[in-house]
């Protein structure tokens, strides 16, 4: 089985920390991390973000990653990469053609589900979507818009709409989708689905009467 892995907002194998926003692309490192080690190929497809990084690396016999050169070699935000959506998927798709049969692709945020849809339902392959993060969770006390929140919104529709399954990660993020997008179709399957976390790795930080974060996290259980 080959399992296409795609952001275009995020590069899998970027360190955490650095400016980053946020852990999604830890999450896609983990879960094609997993699916290798199940005997599944991965192949990953990102946009380049650093001009120190390879376009194309094998990095084993089931694991390889493309990075599209389009917009800046430089981390950008999320509504500068919408920006460039014709160009990503004019490239992700000269590259998927290059790739021995591909199962599913697996997309990550609406951006990355928008660039690689079409191709999906073209060609019969199975999309999954991680939904990552919602709009109208974020603008829903806002009485206008934004010209970029309402593409985004339009646009989140017709991929919640458009792919086989969506992947939420709490139970309160499959709520909000149902409630704030009253125009998914009624057969939409969203499943839950969260990010792992290694037990053996994460676990209780030492209570420091000097440090008050570390102390405040000493009452989480091992592994959260």
């Known amino acids: 089985m080959n399992i296409v892995i795609s952001s275009m907002i995020d590069d899998p194998f970027d360190p955490p920390g650095s400016g980053r926003f946020g852990g999604g692309h830890l999450f896609l490192f983990d879960l094609g ?17 650093s001009p120190t990084k390879n376009s194309y690396e094998r990095l084993g016999d089931k694991c390889t990653i493309y990075r599209l050169d389009v917009g ?8 500068e990469v919408s920006s460039y959506l014709k160009q990503l998927k004019t490239q992700f798709i000269n ?15 609406w951006i990355s589900g928008l660039v690689a849809m079409e191709y999906c339902q073209n060609n019969g392959i199975k999309h999954v979507n991680t939904i990552l993060s ?25 991929v919640f709409n458009g792919v086989d399954d969506l992947i939420a ?34 676990y209780q930080r030492p209570e420091s009467s000097s440090d008050f974060i570390r102390r405040a996290s000493y009452r989480f259980k091992q592994g959260n």
Do not use: M, W
Not at 72 to 79: A, H, M, N, R, V
Not at 170 to 199: T, V, W
């Open 33 to 49: 991390r997993y699916l290798i080690r199940q005997g599944i190929t991965v192949t990953y497809i990102c946009r380049k973000n």
């Open 72 to 79: 800046p070699q430089k981390e950008i935000l999320t509504f």
């Open 95 to 109: 590259t998927i053609i290059q790739l021995d049969k591909v199962d599913v692709i697996h997309t990550s945020y």
């Open 134 to 158: 919602l709009g109208r969770l974020k603008h829903k006390e806002k009485k206008s818009l934004s010209e970029y929140e309402r593409f985004r919104d339009i646009s989140e529709i017709t």
């Open 169 to 202: 990660i709490c139970q309160d993020e499959k709520k909000s989708l149902f409630k704030l997008y009253p125009e998914l179709k009624q057969n939409i399957n969203c499943h839950i689905i969260a990010n792992g976390i290694d037990e053996n790795i994460f």
